[in-house]
């Protein structure tokens, strides 16, 4: 073979080789720029840990959190003169473990972040899909809606369903929702209303695609990195509405541990016993923080917009 025909041979397997190299999603990269964020993969694994321990809550706890000693009322830290490392994080006004309230109130309130987001998220996605692709009258209703529920403060429309409703943990999860998926309707939206624009959009529709498979097959999975990340940031929030609404005394009832109502049960011995609503109020800043620090490094990664 002469050396012009290996030559010319080269550049066409260089070319071959590089149309055989699977192409990198999206998403892998995208992935691979959150990882480089060791704060943020630090606060995914702090997430994960708070998460294992709602799940384990009954393996993890060392005594019951129901139990009730008042011989060991107010007891002490272990750290603190007077208290034993078989109550780590000291008793409550009633004698029970701290620690094992605190690892039960994590299943309480990740268990409502989790149920509020999936149900707003859900609704939210239907009816921003709804309203960015069919405009006309289903997005004048829709976005009057929103506008209306945007109006509303937060904690006193949910002390008012609250109230109206009764305590109890479906109450919870629906007062928090009925507000909660307005974001991720209105990001749905805009998402919706710049996708429809696109080249992909009118080869589906020239196609003959309905519009069902349009929104749901051609739209929906590009809008979906927005949506993760706003529904992350969100959760902080529910969970810090569920431990108001629990310090107010209209989430979950006693004896069920809830962190929010562990601090309101501690307020009158701030003084002489501060560790019964500090370590409560400590794990609500540890998730909250966590989460918060998740979902930037979230959207520092998946945003294009973030993107320098």
Known sequence: ??????????????AT????????????????????????????????LFALMAIFAPYLAPHDPYASDL??????????????????????????????????????SMTIGVAVMMVAAMAGMIAGLAAGYLRGWTDIAISRVVDVLLGFPYLILAIGLMAAMGPGLGNIVLALAIKEWVLPCRVARAETLAARE????????ALGASRLHIMLR???????????????????WIIIMEASLSFLGLGVQPPVPSWGSMVAD??????????VSTLPGVMILLLVLAINL???????????????
């Open 1 to 14: 073979m002469s050396v012009q025909a290996v030559e010319a041979r080269a550049p066409a397997k260089a």
């Open 17 to 48: 080789d590089a149309v055989a190299q699977p192409v990198e999603s999206i998403f892998i990269a995208n992935l691979r720029d959150f990882r480089r964020n060791r704060l943020a993969v630090a606060s995914v694994a702090m997430v994960g």
């Open 71 to 108: 011989f060991r009322r107010l007891q002490p830290p272990a750290w603190l003169d007077g208290g034993e490392w078989a109550y780590p994080m000291g008793c409550d006004g009633l004698g029970r473990d701290i620690l094992s309230r605190a690892i039960y109130g994590a299943r309480v």
């Open 198 to 205: 696109m080249e992909y959009v009118e080869a589906a529709r």
């Open 218 to 236: 051609e739209i929906l999975p590009n809008i979906l990195s927005p949506l993760i990340v706003v529904c992350t940031m969100r959760m902080a």
């Open 266 to 275: 501690g307020r009158q011995f701030l003084i002489g016993a501060w560790w």
């Open 294 to 308: 998740a979902s930037q490094g979230l959207r520092d990664a998946f945003d294009p917009r973030m993107r320098t």
